[in-house]
């Protein structure tokens, strides 16, 4: 990790965060609206955005550590790290996280997505039931933020779906309204042994989108983040909405997960990467040397410039 303009072993370190909540909340609102914002996503320029919204969900581990993500005092040492790499265009975190951010200033510039929808707690009994418990769109407006992201698992032998789906479009049409980003990160999921597993089938894949596309009274707003999976040719001809490859905590080497992210954005429409466990904890905890090694495959030229004829 590159050395921040802190001690790393002072435990105190991020108690002016404490104090600032305690004595002057409005410090947050504050601070987001003197937040310098992105000139905005265009195409031709991938985005680089890191997530950080999985501790909410109660999903604590990274690299097979149940554990990894228990101090927010390291977490928010190496999400400084990542989002000042120059190459990182913004962050997806719960509003816990995104706070602490907007009060460290580590998001001046930056795209900024709220994460809506963190009900669906891992392991819990009712996880497919996935209550949206974290950023409202009027919350992410008054924040200055780009967008929200809402994790939309559809399970067909699950009844809480139905109303899962009925939130998620009602999500997006008070997103839509606001004129901000809808992310939408659809799966078809099941229960295998009691735990929620998602189907990374190209098939499945392409179903989750299909049925994540018609969700809301409009497309205008709306964005993908889907799995990297095989076949990405197939899933990426599905839907002509932007879309950002989400990096969850993959057990293969580091290299075959970075070879499959680079073929994957060099497909249209996909507009960048969204990642966060596989490089803010690293095997080598070089979070500085994954975030350039994943911003090394991105495409950042902009695309020629062609006439369009639309047809009534």
């Given amino acids: ?95 816990d996280i995104l706070d602490d951010l907007l009060l460290l200033g580590a998001l001046e510039g930056k795209l900024v997505f709220g994460s809506m929808n963190r009900g669906g707690l891992a392991g819990y009994v009712n996880e497919f039931d996935d209550r949206f418990t974290g950023h409202t769109a009027q919350a992410l407006a008054d924040l200055g933020a780009d967008g929200g992201k809402m994790l939309t698992r559809i399970a067909y032998d699950d009844a809480a779906t139905a109303s899962l789906l009925e939130a998620t479009a009602h ?86 997960v970075f070879a499959s992210w680079e073929r994957a954005l060099a497909l249209p429409g996909v507009q960048g990467l969204t990642v966060g466990r596989t490089l803010l904890y690293p095997a080598d905890g070089d979070v500085d040397g994954a975030v350039a090694a994943a911003a090394g495959l991105l495409r950042r030229s902009a695309p020629q410039e062609q006439e369009t004829e639309i047809h009534a």
């Fill in 1 to 95: 990790m590159t050395a921040l303009s802190l001690d790393l072993d002072d435990p105190r370190r991020y108690e002016f965060l404490t104090r600032l909540r305690l004595e002057d909340p409005t410090s947050v609102a504050r601070a987001a609206q003197a937040r310098r914002r992105h000139a905005g996503p265009r195409l031709g320029e991938q985005n680089f955005i890191v997530a950080a919204d999985h501790t909410a969900r109660g999903a604590m581990g990274a690299q097979g550590n149940p554990s990894a993500m228990n101090d927010r005092r390291v977490l928010l040492d190496r999400l400084q790290v990542a989002l000042a790499h120059p190459a990182v265009d913004g962050v997806l975190a719960s509003p």
């Fill in 171 to 256: 999500a997006i049409d008070e997103l839509t309204s606001r004129g901000l980003i809808a992310m939408v990160e659809p799966f078809l999921s099941q229960r295998v042994e009691g735990r929620a597993r998602n189907d990374l089938t190209p098939e499945a894949v392409i179903k989750s989108v299909a049925i994540a596309a018609g969700l809301g009274a409009s497309s205008a707003y709306k964005w993908m983040k889907l799995p990297v999976v095989a076949d990405m040719e197939r899933v990426m001809a599905s839907t002509t909405m932007p879309t950002v490859l989400l990096g969850g905590d993959p057990t293969e080497k580091p290299d075959e």
